[in-house]
């Protein structure tokens, strides 16, 4: 198995059990995986994963969390897609779903960076928001002289956001735009190892 994927994997076996954590982890697997739709006047919700058991962990928070039914769709390798996809779809309480993980504000307009109760929340906030930009649209280069850890943002509000919640671990990140995608990167190894740790891939690295 591929390191990023070794990592995804490890860290979507993590047992959280405060709630303030699991909501900040699906708020930001939403926020950088995820879409909101408007079909028919309503929000329909998805968020493409790449890892089958991150995408299986998500549908249980947004169920056991939040209340919702979501449905899982498979979509199989092709194209430019080597591996198979996981989209967790929220149809029905797709807007109310919106609204309590931040994705809109009470009005119903859309909230660019990550939600202020995950910002301003404590650390076990900001590690459980890098968990889930992580499974969502992270990566991770091989060991070696250059290796990295990045997050590809979905703008750069979520993109500051990210390298703020990585302040508050004492983590260095840097927010940076790479032929028009925002990327967040950490680059020091010791910083990668101590923010996997974080994350919870403890195998990772010790490998």
Known sequence: MAMTAAVKDEISRLPVTRTCCRKAEVSAILRFAGGLHLVSGRIVIEAELDIARAARRLKQDILEIFGHSS????????????????????????????????????????????????????????????????????????????SSLEVTCPGPEAALALVGAARRLSIPAKAREVRGVDRVVVRDGDAIGALLTRLGAHDAVLA
């Open 71 to 146: 449905e899982l769709i498979v979509m199989a390798p092709g194209g430019l897609r080597r591996g198979s996809r996981y989209v967790v779809r929220v149809v029905a309480g797709g807007d109310q779903l919106a609204r309590q993980t931040g994705l809109v504000d009470g009005r119903g307009r859309p909230i660019r960076g990550l939600p202020p109760q995950v910002v301003s929340g404590a650390t076990c906030d900001a590690e459980a928001a890098w968990r889930g930009a992580f499974l969502a649209h992270g990566s991770l280069t091989e060991p070696g002289r250059s």
